[in-house]
């Protein structure tokens, strides 16, 4: 054989002995990967038995419940709270108040005002809803007054919110609010109809002065939003509104907080100077505020006529003298007209159940007379006055008292000397510390003159206190006179400082603190021993 056919059968055999080993190789491949798959599908079959029987056992059983109810329980939780938020954005009602002082709560005043609402109003929030809610807890105690209130008026109030950034043309529909020097304390805009009125932050919220004098920046302290926003909706649905007339020019003291209190229960108030001008043509009522001089004979003469009133009547003057008054000859002779006269001397009180303080016995609380209570809303809240002149009655065919002292109490006089005793001043009888004078007509038509005789009793320090009745009392008066119906709205402010359970009776508190305290901590503790002892003896 040639060396060249030998080297063609070399290299035959060792193709065929490398397809022989390739051939070989794939084979042992293919059992490696049937081996894997095999082992594969084994380990499966494993863990698919395996788990089938922790499925089947006790304890898969009990775990899988458990999982099961406590993720049921989260998902309930979860969408209970979601709908119980939506309600109560829908129904503020719904929301429960558990303060002590029903921080949240509506008084019953506004809750019979608003809900006999005649007339669609808006109150304009003047700010984004995000941004008034992040003012503090005080403006998100607001928010929900208003949304209570809106809620009880029967679609006739809505709460919108206004941004003034994004909406800067608003301000223009509006042109009787200062929105240059004043804007940022603009806060709520209440609109009926074509009449519309701006309520500030020191008229919705209380605040501490010190700290704004000082810093310049509010510390508020309280809130005053639901009496602002209902006193502003009576101003804006008001459509005739009665003029009162305050008399000034003869030196009078502060008399601001009347004024506030007149506008606030939608009377239009002006200013007039009977020495240079003369009462307005539609004024049915006229105060004359604590005049430190005495009136000249020709302003006198303006009152008689304007009383008068043509001989039809039909108009009220109110007058109280200030604390220090001197000898005032014309207005003795006025008042003497209508059965009154002033004694300069002061009002002292020595029965210590009427003393506002026992320091003082010239602060007291009075007794209220026949007239000006039946619209009274609580004749249990006393008047209190201070430096109080008494009122005579020199004429009771014509005057009558309104409110008196007890019979314990006299008058301090003027021209007190040392030796004076107060015993010997207390006669009695008690002393009228308000009175009215009346004059009618054959048509029944009555004018009237009433005297307060402390000043004290309507200034701001006294005005603002709950405690006390006279705001709700002088609008009592002012609105029999004006012919209204008892529409002046006393409310208080609300503090939200205090944050516990409004739950004051003893023995209430004993109950809650045996049954949240030691009754249910208990059963929770045996409910879980027994159902551990029950699993584990399975």
């Not at 939003?225 to 502060?254: C, F, P, R, Y």
Request: aromatic share 8%.
């Amino acid at each position: 054989m040639s060396e060249e056919n030998k080297n063609l059968n070399t290299i035959s055999e060792d193709t065929a002995n490398a397809d022989s080993n390739a051939v070989a190789e794939t084979a042992d491949k293919k059992e490696d990967t049937k081996a894997k798959k095999a082992k594969k599908d084994k380990k499966k079959k494993s863990e698919k038995g395996k788990f089938k029987k922790f499925m089947k056992s006790r304890k898969a059983r009990h775990g899988t419940v458990a999982m099961a109810i406590t993720a049921l329980v989260i998902v309930m939780v979860i969408v209970v709270n979601i709908i119980v938020g939506l309600l109560v954005d829908r129904f503020p009602d719904l929301e429960l108040d558990l303060t002590s002082n029903n921080s949240f709560a509506l008084q019953d005043d506004t809750i019979d005002y608003v809900s006999h609402l005649d007339k669609d109003v808006t109150v304009n929030i003047l700010m984004e809803k995000e941004t008034f809610e992040s003012q503090g807890t005080y403006f998100v105690q607001a928010q929900k007054m208003l949304n209570k209130m809106a809620s009880k008026s029967d679609g006739k109030m809505k709460i919108k919110y206004v941004d003034l950034t994004a909406n800067p043309s608003f301000t223009s529909d509006y042109p009787n609010v200062d929105w240059q020097s004043n804007s940022s304390n603009n806060i709520v805009l209440v609109e009926s109809g074509k009449q519309y009125k701006v309520l500030t932050l020191a008229d919705c919220f209380e605040y501490d002065e010190q700290t704004y004098n000082y810093y310049g920046s509010y510390s508020f302290t309280g809130t005053k939003i639901e009496q602002a926003v209902v006193t502003a909706i009576l101003n804006v649905t008001t459509d005739d509104k009665v003029v009162v007339d305050m008399i000034k020019g003869n030196n009078e003291q502060d008399y601001s907080s009347l004024k506030t209190l007149l506008e606030n229960n939608a009377y239009q108030v002006n200013e007039v100077s009977l020495a240079t001008g003369d009462f307005d043509s539609d004024a049915k009522i006229a105060i004359m505020y604590a005049p430190s001089v005495d009136l000249d004979e020709k302003i006198v003469e303006k009152l008689s006529t304007w009383l008068s009133n043509d001989g039809k009547y039909g108009r009220s003057l109110i007058y109280v003298p200030t604390a220090d008054m001197g000898e005032m000859p014309n207005l003795d002779d006025f008042l003497k007209e209508w059965g009154m006269s002033i004694d300069r001397g002061y009002v002292f009180e020595t029965d210590e159940s009427a003393l506002v303080s026992a320091s003082s016995p010239y602060a007291f609380t009075v007794n209220y007379g026949d007239y000006y209570t039946d619209n009274l809303k609580n004749s249990k809240i006393p008047v209190v006055v201070s430096e109080a002149h008494p009122v005579k009655i020199t004429d009771e065919n014509t005057a009558h008292a309104l409110l008196t002292t007890s019979d314990k109490a006299g008058v301090l006089p003027i021209d007190a000397d040392k030796d004076w005793d107060y015993k010997d001043a207390v006669s009695g009888k008690g002393e009228n510390v308000a009175a009215e004078g009346v004059m009618t007509n054959e048509d029944k038509g009555s004018s009237r003159v009433i005297v307060f005789g402390s000043y004290i009793m309507f200034s701001d320090t006294i005005m603002q206190y709950n405690s006390f009745n006279n705001s709700a009392y002088f609008m009592n008066v002012i609105n029999t006179i004006a012919d209204k119906e008892d529409v002046g709205i006393t409310i208080e402010s609300k503090s939200i400082d205090n944050t516990e359970l409004g739950i004051t009776d003893v023995a209430t508190q004993n109950t809650m603190l045996v049954v949240f305290v030691i009754v249910i901590p208990i059963a929770i503790l045996v409910a879980g021993f027994v159902l551990w002892l029950r699993r584990r003896n399975r």
